[in-house]
């Protein structure tokens, strides 16, 4: 075993030059003829020079097998510029289709972050004119002659073309480059990135990772696949040389030294973010920046905004120079580190594996805090693959002259060390010590554990093909002169499974090809065969026409647009759930309409775990309370509790419709509906990001919650149909945007610059240069979108209804205390109200948050008779004053009278000044 003292102070490192500058004036001027290999080689090898980043060796090889038409696998270590040989491959391409010699190129990866960062790249490189984009949810410049997409993408493209597709046309695939290739083995996802080889055969490959392990079959079958070379670029010596050791020291210590010994900044790596929030806590005690280089950290974070919640905690840690980096952090915070970190800032990173799969930050040192991860379905050992993915981000070409890797022993063994080492040589005292053992049930390792992941290659990649619907239907929905039989028994003989894992897809695409006919969207056919002595063979043919892109997008989509016929709208639509509905015009009768269309939305979202495990938590907790408080014994108690789950609104209604529909829609077969109420139960409670982060104890998945109701905005804001996109509908469409970029505007920022794209590259590439440099986008006031401001304003004051509804009056005094309505203020104004109507005087329902008892004013106009509200100056007048609204929000009482209010006053500047709604109650009683 060694330990980190054994390896020398690394020198101080500066950032390395990133390519920039456009490559369209290197590209050769187009002859007629394809372009000449050599002279697309000196032309980008001349880019990149100007660069500051001369091409290496193997990059020159790579490329220069690329431009001469061979396919390449290119498994080179991290760091050694695979993304440089992708450019240089995308360069030819397009080259070659200026000259009218090839059609288009797509880069995949696995996830729309990286997707996403590519294509800005890209468009810095080639201009935005040349680069689009596809993930699923966002398509922009979706014809250019560069595309950006998820594997997924490629996948469904590569199924509804086929071979036949493949040409020299402007929209053949020419070129696919495939990011992170090793994906290929995933379990879930590896398909996609099957599928394209299967059925591209006319296409060059660039297929590139750093964890490939043996790609002597996989390379075979390619280059007898495609009648074209395969080379396979491998063992190229790492930029910067890696070591490895395997300490048996406190954690604590180990990460001090790296600090002192100059080898910061440290990855320490977890595998789960509370483990990696409380490791950061844990070396607070510990005094790792000095008093100038938390002045550094301040001057350089500035005015950032942190929020409430985990907002406060990481600001605590970057001022001690403690980075914290999950993917449950918002996106926002994740930048912020990465910043402070390539400035050199931060000497410790506590996150999670997260950067195996690209963190953008100049790691010096790697640190393991284990060599065992739950995989989802078990505590297992890290593979060969893993070690080494998460090894190869230490040590950064231009940053570093070495990077290390470093496994820590794990604690009961450092303890025992301890122990040993207190003892000293005394037999007594060594006779004495009890040497701890691994908690019962846990996965060990230990040092061979690290010499054997240290040692060995990446495992072999794995076949994971799988057949589904959306498989089926693309390909018998292609335009193509190859039978759709043959050419759905090529997929299920031609893929890398093994001979049983084939037939069993064989069972599966038949019990596809049933329940397809049994939904009338396929039909059996009869094909000549001369072959036959019938002279004709049975096939299958499409009856139907399937929707534009089906299996492209979110695939509930059209279902979420027919379901909402089930709501009551103004006017009547067709839709495949209701036929036969003659009623002509009607208006709205539910006044939770509005809430109906967010639920029927929701239901189509993909399920974010965290926040339903917490609703589902805090409804156990509450159901459990009052199944005690009704003496119900401990058994019955738990039998009732698994019945117990989070808010699913509307699933009585959505459920056995969505069972119609896939009778006749059966390319949704292999999709689940997941009713749930994540923005309903905020609107409902409403609560704000920060409140509903609190309420259900979030902070450590920021992000995730984020990102959910980033999707749901624009699921909304696509998805709804006019006929239902009333006023209150598109104010919580635009109160939920609002939300979204008063917390993070990233999310929505890129996607939107995405449905609009700027025309002039040089623009872009200012775009591009701003975010890299962590520049937050200058916020909007919170007054600044009136209509979301109007939901803020009815949630502010709906919210007093609801603690005025259980009487919680010291509630409504935190409130509002500061304007004289104390606790005391609150209860002598609802008390008669509660005295003459009972304990349910004030209602919460569906009712209660009808629009009609809701009035808001706007400066300039007349109040109702009789009613004043106060200026500035004091005096009281009978119209709304510039500068602010008057509020008047009408209770539900139990006899229905409507003859209680609580009126307030909005302060529009104090309102964009606090990022909130400024309300002062001024009078709550009988209107």
């Known amino acids: 075993m060694t330990s980190p003292t054994s390896f020398g102070a690394a020198p101080e490192t500066a950032p390395a030059p990133r390519p920039s500058g456009t490559l369209l004036p290197y590209l050769p001027a187009p002859t007629g003829g394809a372009p000449d290999p050599d002279v697309l080689f000196e032309g980008f090898g001349e880019w990149a020079a100007g660069t500051g980043r001369p091409l290496y060796p193997h990059q020159e090889e790579a490329l220069l097998e690329l431009m001469t038409g061979s396919h390449v696998v290119l498994a080179t270590p991290t760091g050694s510029g695979k993304s440089m040989v992708a450019m240089g491959a995308q360069f030819a391409a397009l080259a070659n289709r200026r000259s009218g010699r090839g059609g288009r190129t797509f880069y995949t990866a696995p996830l729309k972050a990286l997707v996403s960062e590519k294509f800005f790249d890209l468009v810095a490189a080639f201009g935005s004119r040349n680069v689009g984009m596809m993930t699923g949810d966002s398509a922009v410049n979706a014809d250019a002659p560069i595309i950006c997409c998820t594997a997924e993408i490629l996948a469904n493209l590569a199924l509804r073309r086929g071979a036949d597709e493949g040409g020299d046309e402007d929209d053949a695939i020419a070129q696919v480059v495939m990011d992170e290739f090793h994906f290929y083995g995933d379990r879930q996802r590896g398909w996609a990135w099957q599928v394209p080889l299967l059925e591209m055969p006319r296409t060059q490959f660039l297929l590139m990772s750093a964890t490939l392990g043996d790609t002597t079959r996989l390379r075979e079958e390619l280059e007898e696949r495609t009648g074209r070379p395969v080379a396979e670029v491998a063992g190229a010596e790492r930029p910067v040389p890696l070591t490895f050791s395997y300490v048996v020291e406190p954690l604590t210590d180990v990460i001090a030294e790296l600090v002192t010994t100059h080898r910061a900044p440290v990855y320490v790596v977890h595998f789960t973010q509370k483990d990696a929030v409380e490791r950061a806590q844990a070396l607070l005690s510990t005094s790792l920046a000095s008093k100038d280089e938390k002045a550094a950290i301040a001057a350089e974070i500035g005015a950032f905004r942190f929020g409430t919640g985990f907002g406060k905690t990481l600001s605590k840690f970057l001022r001690a120079g403690i980075g914290v980096h999950h993917a449950g952090m918002l996106p926002k915070y994740r930048r912020l580190v990465e910043r402070l970190t390539q400035r050199g800032l931060l000497k410790v990173v506590c996150g999670t594996d997260t950067l195996g799969v690209g963190i953008n930050v100049p790691i010096r040192t790697v640190l393991m805090t284990s060599l065992v991860k739950y995989d989802g379905e078990r505590m297992r050992h890290l593979t060969a693959r893993e070690f080494h993915q998460i090894s190869g981000r230490a040590g950064r070409a231009g940053f570093d002259t070495v990077g290390e890797v470093i496994v820590m022993a794990p604690e009961h063994v450092i303890e025992n060390r301890k122990l040993l080492a207190k003892a000293g040589d005394d037999p007594k005292k060594l006779k004495k010590v009890v040497r701890k053992k691994a908690p019962a049930g846990t996965v060990n390792w230990t040092d061979s554990t690290f010499e054997r992941l240290r040692d060995a290659d990446p495992e072999p990649l794995t076949s994971q093909f799988h057949v589904n619907h959306a498989m089926v239907l693309n390909v018998l929905a292609r335009a193509s002169s190859v039978e759709p039989v043959e050419a759905m028994r090529h997929l299920l003989t031609a893929n890398h499974d093994t001979e049983a894992q084939q037939a069993k897809h064989v069972r599966q695409t038949f019990r596809i090809y049933r329940s397809l006919r049994v939904a009338g969207v396929v039909e059996k056919v009869r094909v000549p065969d001369p072959s036959r002595p019938s002279g004709y063979r049975p096939s299958v043919r499409l009856v139907v026409d399937l929707p534009r892109d089906f299996a492209l997008n979110a695939p509930l989509s059209p279902f979420a647009l027919a379901a909402m016929d089930l709501l009551d709208a103004p006017a009547p639509r067709d839709s495949s759930l209701r036929s036969g509905d003659s009623r002509g015009p009607r208006e709205i009768v539910s006044p939770t309409h509005a809430l109906d269309v967010v639920s029927v939305i929701e239901a189509t979202l993909d399920d974010p775990r965290q926040i339903l495990y917490a609703q589902q938590s805090k409804a156990k907790g509450e159901a459990v309370a009052a199944m005690k408080a009704e003496g119900m014994e401990y058994e019955e108690r738990m ?255 139990a006899d229905g009278d409507h003859d209680w209010a609580i009126t307030a006053v909005v302060d529009l500047a104090a309102s964009d000044e606090a990022g909130a709604v400024a309300l002062t109650v001024v009078d709550v009683g009988r209107i």
């Open 639 to 893: 039998e009732a509790l698994e019945d117990v789950t989070w808010p699913r609104p509307l699933a009585d209604l959505l459920e056995p419709a969505f069972v119609t529909y896939k009778r006749s829609n059966p390319w949704v077969a292999d999709a689940e509906l997941a009713p749930k109420s994540v923005v309903r139960d905020m609107l409902e409670q409403a609560m704000t990001f920060a409140e509903l982060v609190s309420v259900y104890g979030l902070e450590r998945t920021e992000g995730v919650v984020l990102r959910y109701l980033a999707d749901a905005y624009r699921a909304l804001r696509q998805v709804v149909p006019e006929d239902h996109r009333t006023e209150e509908v598109q104010e919580v469409v635009e109160w939920l945007g609002e939300l979204v970029r008063g917390v993070d505007s990233s999310l929505l920022d890129e996607w939107e610059r995405l449905q609009n794209p700027v025309d002039d590259d040089a623009d872009t590439i200012v775009e591009g240069e701003l975010a890299e440099a962590g520049a937050e986008a200058p916020a909007r006031p919170v007054t600044g979108n009136p209509r979301a401001f109007r939901r803020l304003v009815r949630n502010a004051t709906f919210r007093r209804v609801e603690l005025a509804a259980r009487e919680s009056y010291d509630a409504l005094g935190a409130l509002d205390g500061a304007h004289g309505w104390d606790g005391d203020a609150w209860a002598a104004a609802l008390d008669p109200l509660f005295e003459a109507q009972g304990d349910d005087a004030v209602g919460i329902g569906p009712a209660a948050r009808a629009a009609g008892l809701l009035s808001i004013l706007e400066p300039g106009a007349e109040l109702p008779g009789g009613a004043t509200t106060t200026t500035r100056d004091g005096v009281e007048v009978a119209e709304v004053p510039a500068g602010t609204w008057w509020v008047r929000q009408v209770l539900d009482d």
